[in-house]
């Protein structure tokens, strides 16, 4: 079976600009949460997503955004970017059957790098 | 505000010795889990145990769980190179939201 795939692997952007980011799960899953991961301030969830719906989201700005469509496939956008937004981006999908995230393992994606110059 | 933060924040330890890392976390949990991450790469689950659960062993790997304490252990065995890594406990607050919050992490480093 597939891994999640998150695409681009490597991106570099401007100030003001924006970025959408894109997360493929493992077949099969539902539930897809994005996390940022800077040495700073760790591993910081986003949100998650579960049949095209949000159903949780972190503390971030509403540059941040995101969205599932119907065949779990994810993305997420920021929008004016700033110099802190730079950071590794990770996606992680889970089945979520009983209870959501936090009962189920969560598989991740090797994360799409994130520079913003 | 971070849930979970791990304890030491590095560790370098000799193959083959065993290495522990521990973390603590602020309020009643439903679960905790542990993720290992090697570098530049994304995280992968090693074990989850539940608030009702003390112990739990996977291979080489033993996590215990001190609720009272608020906070829970990594113990891998008989290291190996290939256990050079970061590892990061996540936990989730016993609330309606079902988020999962990550510590900062400890870089460990198996010396040949």
């Known amino acids: 079976k597939a891994g999640v795939t998150q695409t681009p692997r490597y991106l570099i952007k401007t100030r003001g600009q924006q970025v959408t980011l894109s997360c493929s799960p493992i077949s099969g899953h539902r539930s897809v949460s994005w996390y940022q991961q800077t040495p700073g301030q760790g591993l910081q969830f986003l949100f998650e997503?579960?049949?095209?719906?949000?159903?949780n989201k972190g503390n971030f700005p509403g540059r941040f955004s995101g969205r599932q469509f119907s065949n779990s496939r994810s993305e997420m956008n920021v929008s004016t970017l700033e110099l802190g937004d730079s950071a590794l981006y990770l996606c992680?999908?889970?089945?979520?059957?009983?209870?959501?995230?936090?009962?189920?393992?969560?598989?991740f994606g090797p994360g799409t790098r994130l520079t913003v110059l | 505000s971070q849930q979970g933060e791990e304890d030491p924040q590095a560790l370098s330890i000799q193959e083959g010795e065993n290495a522990t890392m521990n973390c603590s976390y602020k309020t009643s949990i439903n679960n905790l889990q542990w993720y290992r991450q090697n570098s530049g790469r994304g995280l992968v689950h090693l074990i989850l145990i539940r608030s009702n659960e003390r112990e739990k062993h996977s291979g080489r790997l033993r996590v215990t769980l001190d609720t009272s304490k608020k906070s829970s252990s990594l113990l891998i065995t008989a290291s190996r190179a290939a256990d050079t890594a970061s590892y990061f406990c996540a936990t989730d607050e016993a609330t309606r939201d079902d988020k999962i919050i990550f510590g900062k992490g400890t870089r460990l480093h198996i010396l040949p």
């Open positions: 997503y579960f049949s095209e719906t949000q159903r």
């Open positions: 992680a999908s889970s089945l979520a059957l009983a209870g959501g995230v936090s009962y189920n393992e969560q598989f």
